[in-house]
């Protein structure tokens, strides 16, 4: 199952890249955004994780976050994220997620780049600097008053909406990490998004190997010097065993 000039690769790499998705989450029971029973075939994203939707309806918007901050509250993290952490301890592994769920961080692993921002996050929608947590054994009911922040203006949920811009921080130390990666891990993710999307590129143009984790094929799997057409939980851990 696990090539070993991956393994190889693996064990001499002055630093690894791993970044995930969506299907990182998928064995903790958290629904992915396009895949069978994903998110999107419930709600279209434009008309929910943008800020336009935001403006239209910030009620609704409002309730479906809160039903995803139900939906990871509920979940745990899975073996997957567990070999992650301690695959961490053997390789120099920075981990790079497009998730806002924060399994990874309840799962142990430490300074994880979040892209796309946490549902666990409130901002203000108004822009003020002002930002506060959401607390997972609290979340409001759909119907509950929406939040406020201290300067008055509605707060919003803390991720990165389509058409919006990445954060700054997390986008410069990604890309760093690509720049100076001996392999690029991708996981669960179906590398459609950008500029996220991108960063298996990055990574390839300073030379690094990039293997990828996903159960169906992605538009990177064409780019990837090793592809496992696995789950994430039971690819991790084959890696673990061999490293
Ligand atoms: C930007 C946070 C530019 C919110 C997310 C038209 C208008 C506007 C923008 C665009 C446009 N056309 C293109 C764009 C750019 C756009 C984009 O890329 N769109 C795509 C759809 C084409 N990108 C943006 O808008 C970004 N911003 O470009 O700004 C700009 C420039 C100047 C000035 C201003 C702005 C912002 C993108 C971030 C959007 N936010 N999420 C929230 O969570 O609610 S995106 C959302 O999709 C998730 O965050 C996730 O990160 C992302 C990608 O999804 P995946 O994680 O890959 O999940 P997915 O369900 O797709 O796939 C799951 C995979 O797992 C599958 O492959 C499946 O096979 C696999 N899997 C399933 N089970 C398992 C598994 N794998 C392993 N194990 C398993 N068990």
């Given at each position: 199952m696990i090539d070993d000039r991956l393994t190889a690769a693996l064990r001499a790499a002055r630093r690894v890249v791993v970044l995930t998705g969506a299907g990182m989450s998928a064995e903790s029971g958290v629904p992915t955004f396009r895949g069978a029973g994903?998110?999107?075939?419930?709600?279209?994203?434009?008309?929910?994780?943008?800020?336009?939707?935001?403006?239209?309806?910030?009620?609704?918007?409002?309730?479906?976050?809160?039903?995803?901050?139900?939906?990871?509250?509920?979940?745990?993290p899975h073996a997957g994220h567990a070999a992650l952490v301690r695959l961490a301890g053997r390789v120099p592994l920075t981990l790079v997620t497009q998730n806002v769920d924060g399994l990874h961080q309840r799962a142990g692993s430490r300074d994880v780049i979040e892209l796309h921002g946490s549902l666990w996050r409130l901002t203000c929608s108004a822009g003020c600097p002002h930002v506060a947590e959401a607390r997972p054994e609290a979340v409001p009911d759909d119907d509950a008053p929406l939040p406020r922040c201290?300067?008055?203006a509605l707060q919003r949920p803390g991720v990165v909406w389509f058409g919006e811009q990445l954060?700054?921080?997390?986008?410069?130390?990604?890309?760093?990490?690509?720049?100076?990666?001996?392999?690029?891990?991708?996981?669960?993710t179906s590398s459609i998004v950008y500029p996220a999307a991108a960063l298996p590129s990055a990574a390839r143009e300073a030379g690094a190997v990039i293997a990828e984790i996903n159960p169906e094929p992605t538009p990177l799997t064409a780019h990837a010097e090793f592809v496992l057409r696995a789950p994430a939980a039971e690819a991790l851990m084959r890696l673990e065993v061999v490293l």
């Amino acid at each position: 199952m696990i090539d070993d000039r991956l393994t190889a690769a693996l064990r001499a790499a002055r630093r690894v890249v791993v970044l995930t998705g969506a299907g990182m989450s998928a064995e903790s029971g958290v629904p992915t955004f396009r895949g069978a029973g994903g998110l999107w075939k419930t709600y279209r994203a434009e008309d929910l994780a943008t800020p336009q939707a935001f403006r239209r309806d910030p009620a609704l918007v409002w309730a479906w976050y809160r039903s995803r901050q139900r939906a990871v509250a509920a979940a745990a993290p899975h073996a997957g994220h567990a070999a992650l952490v301690r695959l961490a301890g053997r390789v120099p592994l920075t981990l790079v997620t497009q998730n806002v769920d924060g399994l990874h961080q309840r799962a142990g692993s430490r300074d994880v780049i979040e892209l796309h921002g946490s549902l666990w996050r409130l901002t203000c929608s108004a822009g003020c600097p002002h930002v506060a947590e959401a607390r997972p054994e609290a979340v409001p009911d759909d119907d509950a008053p929406l939040p406020r922040c201290v300067c008055g203006a509605l707060q919003r949920p803390g991720v990165v909406w389509f058409g919006e811009q990445l954060p700054e921080e997390p986008v410069a130390a990604a890309w760093a990490a690509a720049a100076d990666c001996d392999v690029l891990l991708s996981v669960g993710t179906s590398s459609i998004v950008y500029p996220a999307a991108a960063l298996p590129s990055a990574a390839r143009e300073a030379g690094a190997v990039i293997a990828e984790i996903n159960p169906e094929p992605t538009p990177l799997t064409a780019h990837a010097e090793f592809v496992l057409r696995a789950p994430a939980a039971e690819a991790l851990m084959r890696l673990e065993v061999v490293l």
